[in-house]
Antibody, heavy 125, light 106 residues
Framework: VQLVESGGGLVKPGGSLRLSCVASGITFNTYSFNWVRQAPGKGLEWVASITNSGSYIYYADLVKGRFTISRDNAKDSLYLQMNSLRVADTAVYYCARDAPILPWFGELTGPIDSWGQGTLVTVSS | EIVMTQSPATLSVSPGERATLSCRAS??????LVWYQQKPGQAPRLIIY???TRPTGIPARFSGSGSGTEFSLIISSLQSEDFAVYYC?????????FGPGTKVEF
């Protein structure tokens, strides 16, 4: 499995950015996915999850209402639309795949078993 | 939200020694707990899931135990490549919270 993120960069506070993640080597629509971030020198922070059909979506409180996770199963792609960005959103953002081991309302989730290499988002004036 | 804590924050050990890392959840997560290893500049790597199951390719010197709220990761005989930061995370419910990490250093 290969997960390749793109779309990171420098943006001013209040600005927007859209991250993308393209998956290869897997049947994309059978997996749930996540975005996880890591601020410089800090720990891992879960941001959002989306189940394989896109029916169930979850967000961390810190990003709820500002970030939108989505997917296009026809393009094997995962997205994160980030609006109203804050300095505190500065981080490496990882695309991460769930192992499909836990049934969840007709879909499959589980622990993260694969990670991309990450894309850096810097929010600064 | 389930809060995950880890101890110690830093563990100083020598190669060949045994390392024991702890992770605690603020409420039961059953056995829905993973351990990740992260080295500088790299993405995390899954080393234990289901509290005690090693994925294919993870050396047998890594073992996990626990259930409910108390979990441990043991590295039986540290190798040079094991010096890293280790994170636990619960996947029992959303939000999928991580612990703050334990740095294993020489």
């Amino acid at each position: 499995v290969q997960l390749v993120e793109s779309g990171g960069g420098l943006v001013k506070p209040g600005g927007s950015l859209r991250l993308s993640c393209v998956a290869s080597g897997i049947t994309f629509n059978t997996y749930s996915f996540n975005w996880v971030r890591q601020a410089p020198g800090k720990g891992l922070e879960w941001v959002a999850s989306i189940t394989n059909s896109g029916s169930y979506i979850y967000y961390a409180d810190l990003v709820k209402g500002r970030f939108t996770i989505s997917r296009d199963n026809a393009k094997d792609s995962l997205y994160l639309q980030m609006n109203s960005l804050r300095v505190a959103d500065t981080a490496v953002y990882y695309c991460a795949r769930d192992a499909p081991i836990l049934p969840w309302f007709g879909e499959l989730t589980g622990p993260i078993d694969s990670w991309g290499q990450g894309t850096l988002v810097t929010v600064s004036s | 939200e389930i809060v995950m804590t880890q101890s110690p924050a830093t563990l100083s050990v020598s190669p060949g020694e045994r390392a024991t890392l702890s992770c605690r959840a603020s409420q039961s997560v059953d056995r829905d707990l993973v351990w990740y290893q992260q080295k500088p500049g790299q993405a995390p790597r899954l080393i234990i899931y289901g509290a005690s199951t090693r994925p294919t390719g993870i050396p047998a010197r890594f073992s996990g135990s626990g259930s409910g709220t108390e979990f441990s990761l043991i590295i039986s005989s540290l190798q040079s490549e094991d010096f890293a930061v280790y994170y636990c995370q619960q996947y029992n419910n959303w939000p999928r919270t991580f612990g703050p990490g334990t740095k294993v250093e020489f």
